[in-house]
């Protein structure tokens, strides 16, 4: 049987990168394909959307998130802000990421987040971009608050938070115009 860690990955790098251009996420927008390192950085975008929903899968399954999964996305990131090549966006974003990262430890020191979500929020930070960091954490409230909803109602057990950061990076990176025209 093919697992998630199989079928995801394939199916997002088929749409991201090698789709087909009629295909639409949301009616009226069609994905673009960009070439030389653009096509590069969004590759490296594709790869860390991927490490999302491992991230998120490994939450949900074992309330755990690796750290080899956080250091691939910030690593990823870090060379996607290489590839487009804009010096000025890319110190925005390590600062809008070091925020997030001094939010994320002191809601980890009140243990309002795991030590796991923590890295991982400020990893997703540096994929999304300074420009986008603010739309992304209203999304991720938005799913964390929809997902702690059904899962202290019906399992009344902690919250795999990571699911909700994944979920807010993913949707917040397909509005995003690196990925779409």
Not at 4 to 14: D, E, Q, R
Not at 26 to 49: E, F, K, N, Q
Not at 116 to 137: E, M, R, S
Request: overall charge neutral; proline content about 4%; charged content about 10%.
């Amino acid at each position: 049987m093919l697992s998630p860690y199989v079928i995801l990955p394939v199916l997002v790098v088929f749409l991201v990168v090698w789709g087909v251009p009629e295909l639409t996420f949301i009616p009226g927008i069609y994905l673009h394909y960009p070439d030389g390192p653009h096509l590069l950085a969004t590759l490296t975008l594709s790869m860390a959307v991927i490490l999302l929903v491992v991230a998120a899968w490994d939450d949900a399954r074992t309330r755990r998130i690796s750290n080899r999964l956080t250091a691939g996305i910030g690593i990823l990131a870090l060379c996607r802000l290489a590839l487009l090549g804009d010096v000025t966006a890319a110190s925005y974003t390590a600062e809008a990421a070091l925020v997030v990262f001094a939010i994320a430890v002191a809601l980890f020191v009140l243990h309002i987040i795991g030590g796991g979500d923590a890295k991982l929020l400020t990893a997703t930070a540096l994929v999304i971009g300074y420009q986008a960091v603010l739309p992304f954490l209203a999304i991720m409230s938005i799913c964390g608050a929809a997902l702690s909803i059904v899962i202290l109602v019906l399992h009344r057990q902690t919250v795999p938070y990571g699911v909700a950061i994944a979920a807010g990076a993913i949707v917040t990176l397909t509005l995003q115009s690196s990925i779409i025209g």
